[in-house]
């Protein structure tokens, strides 16, 4: 990071990004990882078949799943509470937009 030529204050410094994290080579995968890492952590497992399928069994036998599409997450659960839960634990870790049903 570099400030910004002809901005000089003594009480604020800002500062502008040389390179976009966004233009990174390496910002998916650590992306994903992330993610990976969180949703594993809250009960989660993934696929053998397909790493972007993520299910869950619930304490009533139910299944719950969750598929990742680059940015986009498709969840399914028989019970709206569980399903509330998991968007508020998600929320709570990543910033989300509620696209509403598929």
């Known amino acids: ?3 910004p030529k002809g901005f000089i204050e003594s009480d604020q410094v800002p ?3 040389r390179k976009s994290l966004y233009r ?3 910002a ?3 992306w994903y990882k992330k993610f ?3 949703i594993e952590s809250i009960g989660f497992s993934k696929s053998d078949e397909d790493p972007c399928l993520f299910s869950k069994t619930t304490q009533d036998g139910s299944h719950f ?3 990742l599409y680059v ?3 498709l969840l399914s659960d028989r ?5 509330a839960d998991l968007v508020r634990q998600l929320r709570l870790k990543f910033a989300m937009k509620d696209l509403g049903s598929a």
């Open 28 to 30: 998916p995968k650590q």
């Open 1 to 3: 990071m570099e400030q």
């Open 65 to 67: 799943f969750l598929i």
């Open 24 to 26: 990174l080579k390496q």
């Open 79 to 83: 019970h709206v509470g569980e399903l």
């Open 15 to 17: 500062y502008q990004l």
């Open 36 to 38: 990976d890492n969180f």
């Open 71 to 73: 940015d986009d997450m």
